[in-house]
DNA sequence: ACCTGAACACCGTTCAAGT
DNA sequence: ACCTGAACACCGTTCAAGT
């Protein structure tokens, strides 16, 4: 765990959050940080090591936040806005995106070892929403807590995706105001 | 409008739609059809020029299938379908997504010629849903017409967006069914 | 263990030149 | 009007070589 590797780690993670993993650029990290690309490629041997190691990361920090907020005992509305708080950051630091929604839509054009870790992070996702609604919403059926985790994090991340497109917070905001009026969320 | 720019633009469509703006190659797409890049060049100077045109003719196209739906004089219910029926097969075919989806994810690499064509197919289909709730739910105000229109975009977008990382069209079947269950569509 | 220099085949772009 | 060939600065990747 070098110092080297982490400042790889942390300047790959904002070019995929700002531009998506096909502008991921060695030689733009390299230059960065003062270094040749060569010695990066070092570190992790190719575009696709060192996206997987991001998205791992990504979804390692995912598992720990989410474990935090269910052990936090606080309320299912609280964690929600606790949750969502994450996304909104992200679109609030300079119109990024969350990492995950950005190689979704580049999933086709990743390396196999990406996709696994971009998987993950769906997983993690969804546990925890299930997880929330079961404590909040218990006659739901165990199937339907499925499907509604899914509806749930596939309407945060288009409202994130469609807030990012129109470069306007606000549009985040109001698409989940509409959907907790609704009473699809929390 | 010759044949040769017509095949450039359906090819660098299929580009887009499968792996996004950034990976849309004039070198590949003149190999597909047989030419030169440089005679990709000659059609459209620079990427940006092929990337608007793409999206362009895609808000262009959104627009006739929009207003032929509304035209129809079929029932709210059966309009939707058939709308979200579009994002369906994107998915369907070859796990392709909508084109402003991938290039809303990109949004921040895009060149402002595109950038501007993105918006233009947003507010198609913004016009779109808020014609479809003015019909199917009068009881809603225009602010919250407003509101909901992006809510559900949003919910689209974000069901394509996971189904295509899960590579999985059930999931985007799903997320619709339980958005439609707590009634935030039609 | 960590990094550089140089080479490879790619990319978008430009431009003179061909027909 | 439409296309080619050749060049430019970029890219990921490899590898021998340095410390």
Redesign the interface.
């Given at each position: 765990m070098s110092d080297t590797r982490d400042k790889i780690l942390e300047i790959g993670r904002r070019m995929v959050q700002?531009?998506?993993y096909?502008?991921l650029s060695f030689r733009e990290v390299a230059a960065e940080i003062g270094i040749k690309s060569a010695a990066v490629h070092y570190h992790f041997p190719t575009k696709g090591d060192l996206g997987g190691a991001l998205a791992n990361k990504y979804a390692q920090d995912a598992q720990s936040f989410c474990d935090g907020l269910l052990q936090s005992g606080d309320t299912a509305e609280k964690m929600f806005r606790a949750y969502t708080g994450v996304f909104r950051a992200a679109l609030a630091d300079?119109?990024r995106?969350c990492l995950?929604?950005?190689?979704?839509?580049?999933?086709?054009?990743l390396p196999p070892g990406v996709r696994v870790e971009?998987?993950k992070f769906?997983e993690v996702n969804l546990h925890f929403l299930e997880a929330l609604l079961k404590r909040a919403k218990p006659e739901l059926t165990s199937a339907d807590i499925g499907?509604?985790a899914?509806?749930i994090?596939?309407?945060?991340?288009?409202?994130?995706?469609?807030?990012?497109?129109?470069?306007d917070i606000t549009?985040f905001d109001?698409?989940l105001?509409?959907?907790q009026a609704?009473?699809?969320t929390f």
């Open positions: 700002s531009n998506g096909n502008a300079n119109n995106m995950y929604g950005i190689m979704a839509a580049e999933y086709d054009d971009v998987d769906t499907t509604r899914l509806a994090f596939s309407a945060i991340e288009g409202a994130q995706l469609v807030a990012r497109g129109r470069k549009v109001n698409a105001a509409a959907h609704v009473g699809l």
